[in-house]
Protein backbone atom coordinates (compact mmCIF):
# COMPACT_ATOMS: atom_id res chain seq x y z
CA UNK A 1 0.00 0.00 0.00
CA UNK A 2 1.11 3.56 -0.97
CA UNK A 3 1.45 6.40 1.69
CA UNK A 4 2.52 9.81 0.77
CA UNK A 5 4.76 10.68 3.57
CA UNK A 6 6.12 13.91 3.14
CA UNK A 7 8.96 13.29 5.70
CA UNK A 8 10.22 10.98 3.02
CA UNK A 9 9.58 12.38 -0.01
CA UNK A 10 10.15 10.85 -3.37
CA UNK A 11 10.84 12.61 -6.53
CA UNK A 12 11.63 12.03 -10.43
CA UNK A 13 14.45 12.92 -12.42
CA UNK A 14 13.71 12.69 -16.05
CA UNK A 15 16.42 12.81 -18.53
CA UNK A 16 15.80 14.67 -21.48
CA UNK A 17 19.00 16.16 -22.72
CA UNK A 18 20.85 13.44 -24.82
CA UNK A 19 21.76 14.40 -28.49
CA UNK A 20 20.05 12.30 -30.49
CA UNK A 21 23.22 11.82 -32.49
CA UNK A 22 21.75 8.27 -33.39
CA UNK A 23 18.23 9.17 -34.38
CA UNK A 24 19.60 12.44 -36.60
CA UNK A 25 16.37 14.50 -35.09
CA UNK A 26 15.56 16.00 -31.68
CA UNK A 27 14.10 12.76 -30.44
CA UNK A 28 12.10 14.02 -27.53
CA UNK A 29 10.10 16.23 -29.77
CA UNK A 30 8.92 13.15 -31.99
CA UNK A 31 5.13 13.20 -32.30
CA UNK A 32 3.30 10.19 -31.06
CA UNK A 33 -0.65 10.06 -30.31
CA UNK A 34 -0.70 14.06 -30.60
CA UNK A 35 1.86 14.42 -28.05
CA UNK A 36 5.69 14.50 -28.13
CA UNK A 37 7.53 11.38 -26.73
CA UNK A 38 8.81 13.44 -23.30
CA UNK A 39 5.42 14.96 -22.95
CA UNK A 40 4.10 11.23 -22.54
CA UNK A 41 6.77 10.80 -19.95
CA UNK A 42 6.07 14.48 -18.26
CA UNK A 43 2.61 13.52 -17.80
CA UNK A 44 3.11 9.77 -16.51
CA UNK A 45 5.29 11.12 -13.97
CA UNK A 46 2.74 13.58 -12.57
CA UNK A 47 0.18 11.16 -12.28
CA UNK A 48 2.41 8.98 -10.11
CA UNK A 49 2.94 9.14 -6.42
CA UNK A 50 5.86 11.16 -7.09
CA UNK A 51 5.97 14.19 -4.77
CA UNK A 52 7.86 16.30 -7.49
CA UNK A 53 9.98 15.91 -10.85
CA UNK A 54 13.01 17.37 -12.42
CA UNK A 55 13.32 17.52 -16.11
CA UNK A 56 16.49 17.65 -17.23
CA UNK A 57 16.92 19.41 -21.36
CA UNK A 58 19.41 20.55 -23.44
CA UNK A 59 19.44 24.26 -23.88
CA UNK A 60 20.30 23.26 -27.79
CA UNK A 61 17.39 21.88 -28.49
CA UNK A 62 15.14 24.24 -30.10
CA UNK A 63 11.55 24.09 -28.41
CA UNK A 64 12.05 21.84 -25.81
CA UNK A 65 11.68 24.05 -23.07
CA UNK A 66 8.23 24.51 -24.74
CA UNK A 67 7.73 20.75 -24.48
CA UNK A 68 8.71 20.09 -21.26
CA UNK A 69 6.77 23.29 -20.02
CA UNK A 70 3.54 21.48 -18.72
CA UNK A 71 1.37 22.39 -16.07
CA UNK A 72 2.43 20.72 -12.72
CA UNK A 73 6.07 20.73 -13.43
CA UNK A 74 8.22 23.77 -11.79
CA UNK A 75 11.66 22.26 -11.85
CA UNK A 76 13.29 22.41 -15.16
CA UNK A 77 17.00 22.79 -15.37
CA UNK A 78 19.15 22.77 -18.75
CA UNK A 79 22.27 20.72 -18.93
CA UNK A 80 25.09 22.34 -20.82
CA UNK A 81 27.28 19.66 -20.95
CA UNK A 82 24.83 16.64 -22.70
CA UNK A 83 27.75 15.94 -24.69
CA UNK A 84 29.90 14.20 -21.77
CA UNK A 85 27.13 11.63 -21.23
CA UNK A 86 24.25 10.52 -19.40
CA UNK A 87 26.22 11.22 -15.95
CA UNK A 88 25.99 14.93 -16.55
CA UNK A 89 21.98 15.10 -16.65
CA UNK A 90 21.74 12.86 -12.97
CA UNK A 91 24.54 15.51 -11.57
CA UNK A 92 22.23 18.58 -12.84
CA UNK A 93 18.84 17.07 -11.92
CA UNK A 94 20.71 16.07 -8.48
CA UNK A 95 21.68 19.05 -7.80
CA UNK A 96 17.90 20.42 -8.49
CA UNK A 97 16.37 18.22 -6.05
CA UNK A 98 15.02 20.79 -2.27
CA UNK A 99 16.92 19.29 0.34
CA UNK A 100 13.72 17.51 1.65
CA UNK A 101 13.79 14.56 -0.82
CA UNK A 102 14.82 11.35 0.20
CA UNK A 103 15.22 9.73 -2.63
CA UNK A 104 14.56 9.82 -6.22
CA UNK A 105 13.66 7.87 -9.45
CA UNK A 106 15.68 8.13 -12.43
CA UNK A 107 13.18 8.20 -15.63
CA UNK A 108 14.21 8.66 -19.81
CA UNK A 109 12.78 11.30 -21.59
CA UNK A 110 12.71 8.98 -24.82
CA UNK A 111 10.32 6.13 -23.09
CA UNK A 112 6.91 7.08 -24.07
CA UNK A 113 5.45 3.71 -22.96
CA UNK A 114 6.94 4.39 -19.30
CA UNK A 115 3.22 3.64 -16.94
CA UNK A 116 2.48 5.43 -13.95
CA UNK A 117 2.19 1.73 -12.43
CA UNK A 118 5.68 0.66 -13.00
CA UNK A 119 6.91 4.27 -11.29
CA UNK A 120 4.92 3.61 -8.23
CA UNK A 121 5.47 -0.35 -8.13
CA UNK A 122 9.44 1.16 -7.48
CA UNK A 123 8.45 3.45 -4.94
CA UNK A 124 6.31 1.69 -2.88
CA UNK A 125 9.04 -1.15 -3.15
CA UNK A 126 10.70 1.14 -1.35
CA UNK A 127 8.49 1.82 1.20
CA UNK A 128 7.69 -1.70 1.99
CA UNK A 129 11.20 -2.88 1.97
CA UNK A 130 12.65 -0.47 4.73
CA UNK A 131 13.46 2.15 2.56
CA UNK A 132 16.70 0.52 0.38
CA UNK A 133 19.19 2.46 -1.00
CA UNK A 134 18.54 1.26 -4.06
CA UNK A 135 15.41 0.05 -6.02
CA UNK A 136 15.64 -1.55 -9.25
CA UNK A 137 13.15 -2.59 -12.17
CA UNK A 138 12.71 -5.70 -13.32
CA UNK A 139 11.26 -7.11 -15.99
CA UNK A 140 10.12 -10.35 -17.68
CA UNK A 141 13.75 -12.66 -18.57
CA UNK A 142 15.52 -11.10 -15.68
CA UNK A 143 16.00 -7.70 -17.68
CA UNK A 144 16.85 -4.78 -15.46
CA UNK A 145 16.12 -1.26 -16.65
CA UNK A 146 14.40 1.75 -15.53
CA UNK A 147 12.69 3.27 -13.67
CA UNK A 148 15.40 2.96 -10.86
CA UNK A 149 15.53 4.73 -7.40
CA UNK A 150 18.28 5.92 -5.50
CA UNK A 151 17.86 6.76 -1.73
CA UNK A 152 20.13 10.11 -0.86
CA UNK A 153 23.24 7.62 0.85
CA UNK A 154 23.61 7.32 -2.66
CA UNK A 155 23.50 10.55 -4.31
CA UNK A 156 27.25 11.12 -3.41
CA UNK A 157 28.19 8.47 -5.54
CA UNK A 158 26.28 9.29 -8.60
CA UNK A 159 27.67 12.56 -8.52
CA UNK A 160 31.30 10.93 -9.16
CA UNK A 161 30.17 8.87 -12.13
CA UNK A 162 31.81 9.99 -15.06
CA UNK A 163 30.63 9.37 -19.10
CA UNK A 164 27.81 7.80 -20.08
CA UNK A 165 26.76 4.71 -17.27
CA UNK A 166 24.37 6.69 -15.75
CA UNK A 167 23.73 4.97 -12.47
CA UNK A 168 24.82 1.82 -13.63
CA UNK A 169 28.17 1.81 -12.58
CA UNK A 170 27.17 2.65 -8.85
CA UNK A 171 24.42 -0.64 -9.30
CA UNK A 172 27.15 -2.74 -9.72
CA UNK A 173 29.43 -1.02 -7.03
CA UNK A 174 26.75 -1.66 -4.50
CA UNK A 175 24.85 -4.90 -5.73
CA UNK A 176 24.11 -6.12 -2.42
CA UNK A 177 22.10 -2.41 -1.36
CA UNK A 178 19.94 -3.27 -4.42
CA UNK A 179 16.24 -4.40 -3.77
CA UNK A 180 14.45 -5.56 -6.96
CA UNK A 181 10.60 -4.53 -8.02
CA UNK A 182 9.21 -7.03 -10.12
CA UNK A 183 7.28 -5.45 -13.37
CA UNK A 184 4.88 -7.96 -14.81
CA UNK A 185 5.96 -7.10 -18.35
CA UNK A 186 8.77 -6.60 -20.92
CA UNK A 187 11.44 -4.15 -20.81
CA UNK A 188 10.31 -0.60 -21.57
CA UNK A 189 11.74 0.12 -25.04
CA UNK A 190 13.77 3.53 -25.75
CA UNK A 191 13.44 5.52 -28.80
CA UNK A 192 16.95 5.52 -29.98
CA UNK A 193 16.72 5.14 -33.40
CA UNK A 194 14.31 5.98 -36.33
CA UNK A 195 13.46 2.54 -36.86
CA UNK A 196 12.55 2.27 -32.52
CA UNK A 197 10.60 4.97 -34.01
CA UNK A 198 8.97 3.47 -36.29
CA UNK A 199 8.39 0.22 -34.02
CA UNK A 200 6.33 2.25 -31.66
CA UNK A 201 4.28 4.05 -34.03
CA UNK A 202 3.52 0.99 -35.69
CA UNK A 203 2.59 -1.23 -32.15
CA UNK A 204 0.60 2.25 -31.16
CA UNK A 205 -0.09 4.42 -33.92
CA UNK A 206 0.06 8.14 -33.93
CA UNK A 207 -0.84 11.08 -35.56
CA UNK A 208 1.95 13.29 -37.57
CA UNK A 209 1.66 16.66 -36.36
CA UNK A 210 4.11 18.95 -34.05
CA UNK A 211 3.11 17.75 -30.51
CA UNK A 212 2.28 19.69 -27.81
CA UNK A 213 5.72 22.05 -28.09
Known amino acids: MLINDKNHEVWGIILASGLSTRMGT ?3 LLPYQQKTLVHHVIETCLHSVLDGVVVVINPKVNGLVEAVSVPGI ?3 VENHDSHLGMSTS ?3 G ?5 QQVEAMVILLGDQPEMDEGSIN ?7 VKNRPSIVQSVFFNNEKGHPVLFKRDM ?5 QVEGDSGGKSVIQKFSREVVYAPMNQHIIP ?9 RLIKKRGVVHDKGNR
Open 26 to 28: PKM
Open 74 to 76: KHV
Open 90 to 92: IKV
Open 94 to 98: LEALP
Open 121 to 127: RIVETYQ
Open 155 to 159: FHHLL
Open 190 to 198: DVDTIDDYQ
